[in-house]
């Protein structure tokens, strides 16, 4: 390929936020936070998931979803990525799935947690619901049941950046090595990996699971974070990370809201695949 074909570099920024059980408060937090991403040049920014919500009990989640059609995060966030002129990764936003007038009607009996890929021009580029549920018995004592309320995605999904392509999953996803793995055979550079990971779990898995994801496929890993303690005690992990195709951790927000940019050279997919071409081994086994 010749330089002037070769693709050019970018700023990527994530968020971490505590988002809490209020609508406005959430968007207003993420708002802010994005503002200051795109303030230190971030020409894409992420926000984790649950940017919308983080409430617990699975009445509340429901009667708090909202259909896409006219959705006060969707539109309040489609007119700042307007405004700042950036690309903007929405983690997840809980959706109730259904039309306005079915909505209207009565709660749903489960909602999406879904992903959305804005583009500057404000538009919705790509849409990712969250495939693998966290229903998950964690040693401390919490108990997830993540599918009793949402209905999972059945589609990996890519997306057409300026810089190259965008594969997207959401938080637990990122122990399912095989849908990673997937999406750099398709051609992903970049992969959005938005979390609310539990601080339980974190401090053991998170950036080795990171890391990992970058290595095996060759892709910038982008995860953008929870922080904090939300409603009920529920306590998440932070260190939202940028984490390159060689594995080097390239950005850490540490354990408070705050923001991380770093510089994003996509020549360094090519290099690291080049270097240890596993990606593009077929392999075959028998037996087991
Ligand atoms: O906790 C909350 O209220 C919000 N969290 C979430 O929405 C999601 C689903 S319950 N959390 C995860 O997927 C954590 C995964 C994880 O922590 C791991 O894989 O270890």
Not at 13 to 23: K, N, S, W
Not at 50 to 74: C, D, K, Q, W, Y
Not at 132 to 147: A, N
Request: with cysteine.
């Amino acid at each position: 390929m010749s330089d002037s074909t070769a693709a050019t570099g970018f700023k990527a920024g994530c968020i971490q936020m505590t988002a809490g059980p209020e609508l406005q408060g959430n968007i207003d937090q993420a708002s802010q936070l994005i503002r200051q991403a795109a303030g230190q040049g971030a020409d894409f920014v992420l926000t984790p998931e649950n940017t919308s919500f983080m409430i617990p009990g699975r009445r509340n989640i429901l009667a708090n979803a909202l259909p896409e059609e006219g959705h006060p995060a969707l539109e309040a966030f489609s007119a700042l990525a307007r405004e700042l002129g950036i690309w903007l990764l929405l983690g997840s936003l809980t959706i109730d799935p259904r039309t306005s007038a079915e909505a209207a009607a009565a709660p749903p009996e489960r909602v999406a947690n879904r992903s959305f890929l804005v583009t500057p021009e404000g538009t919705i580029a790509a849409r990712y619901d969250k495939i693998h549920m966290f229903d998950v018995d964690i040693p401390d004592g919490q108990t997830y049941r993540e599918s009793r309320t949402f209905r999972p995605g059945g589609d990996a999904v890519t997306a057409e950046l300026p810089w190259g392509r965008l594969g997207m999953t959401v938080c637990y996803d990122v122990r399912f090595a095989g849908l990673y793995r997937q999406l750099a055979r398709a051609g992903a550079a970049f992969i959005s990996v938005p979390a609310a990971f539990t601080r339980f779990t974190g401090r053991a898995h998170w950036h080795v699971l990171l890391r990992a994801r970058a290595i095996e496929t060759g892709c910038f890993i982008l995860a953008p974070a929870q922080c904090g303690t939300h409603a009920e005690d529920r306590q998440t992990y932070g260190h939202a990370l940028i984490v390159a195709p060689w594995g080097e951790v390239l950005a850490d927000a540490g354990e408070d809201p705050g923001v991380v940019v770093a510089e994003i050279d996509p020549a360094r997919v090519g290099e690291a695949r080049g270097m240890v071409p596993s990606l593009s081994y077929d392999s075959v086994y028998a037996g087991a």
